[in-house]
């Protein structure tokens, strides 16, 4: 037999009802989010600066998991999180979920002929499931 407390523990447990997260490195800050299309309209005001930005996570790297992009909205461009191979490992699953990330705004060097880009190097990323 069952218990009561066992059975509706396996119950809440497994119910859709619960929005779980998957957390990588430090604590999100959501107290200070700022709009991706704000940091991209004047990066140079938001370099080298800690900042927290949130959006839909539309592709993430399927070699090393090691950068996702996000957009807040159809029409913005995307904004690439990206860290050393292995700090943080983003899974696949996590495209199509709303994802906060908590960093540092870094230039990201295209190469030769192509103008750099802005990326932000994250501290902590949250991820709802």
Known sequence: MIKPFLLSTA?????????????FGETVDKQQVIAV???????ASYLEQQVTVVGEVTGV??????W????????EPRFRIKVRDGDMVFPLSAKGKTA????VV?????GEGK??????????VE???
């Open 11 to 23: 119950l809440l447990l497994s119910s859709p009802l619960i929005a779980a997260t998957v957390t």
């Open 37 to 43: 299309a704000s940091i991209l309209a004047t990066p």
């Open 61 to 66: 790297c399927s070699k090393q998991h090691c």
């Open 68 to 75: 996702m992009t996000l957009a807040t909205a159809e029409d």
């Open 100 to 103: 906060y990330a908590t960093g």
């Open 106 to 110: 870094k230039v990201w060097a295209q």
């Open 115 to 124: 103008a750099d880009a802005y990326q932000l190097v994250p501290t902590a």
């Open 127 to 129: 991820i709802a499931e």
